[in-house]
């Protein structure tokens, strides 16, 4: 069977363009990473200096929230966080699709607990004008991308749940908008071939 089949299709458009945003909020991920690491340096050198930058452990802070949320949905799509594979790992066919789609599920339901409190943590720190305590940065805007960022890995476990329950109908079609998570033995097979320098 191909994708397409019990609307593959559809799924398969739907997850290119989840993806284009995921892929663009991982950049966003990397590249504040990166810029964080280098006015670090530049901090280190002011400091020795006795010119040390104001207010740059405090912005520092309010970025940790980009790099350590945007890029979670990416993380997702292929597989990425850590995950419990015995039991599921162990199971085949069917069997196997019905239960990543309940893992996923219970995934969906305490990602959606945590957008409701994380939107609620914002709103009461907009509302009351929380800032940080030495420069009175605000600090809305970083608890801002936490509901954002995991609407955006609920909208991703939404797919991957849609896409476990079309395999668990038809078996046989061609994995859609869900990771394929390799095995050990295909991990050591990988390693092999890489090893071996394509011989």
């Not at 850590?82 to 199971?91: E, N």
């Not at 600090?139 to 991308?145: M, V």
């Not at 078996?171 to 071939?193: G, M, N, R």
């Amino acid at each position: 069977m191909t994708g397409t089949h019990g609307g593959g299709a559809l799924l398969l458009s739907m997850n290119r363009g989840l993806g284009a945003v995921e892929d663009t909020l991982n950049i966003i991920a990397a590249l504040t990473i990166f810029i964080v690491m280098l006015v670090t340096t530049f901090q280190i050198f002011c400091r020795l200096a006795g010119y040390p930058i104001p207010g740059f452990l405090e912005a520092s802070e309010q970025a940790i929230a980009v790099f350590a949320f945007l890029g979670v949905a990416y993380a997702q799509r292929y597989g990425a966080h850590i995950r419990m594979d015995m039991l599921v790992g162990a199971a085949h066919g069917r069997m196997r699709w019905f239960l990543e789609a309940v893992a996923t599920l219970l995934g969906m339901i305490l990602i959606a607990v945590l957008i409701r409190y994380s939107w609620s943590f914002f709103y009461s720190s907009f509302e009351v004008g929380d800032v940080t305590y030495d420069y009175g940065i605000p600090t809305w805007p970083s608890k801002l991308l936490v509901p954002f960022a995991f609407s955006i890995w609920f909208l991703r476990l939404t797919l991957q749940f849609t896409g476990f329950l079309r395999l668990f109908i038809w078996p046989k079609a061609d994995p859609v908008a869900v990771p394929v998570i390799k095995t050990a033995a295909d991990h050591a097979q990988d390693e092999a071939s890489s090893a071996g320098g394509g011989k």
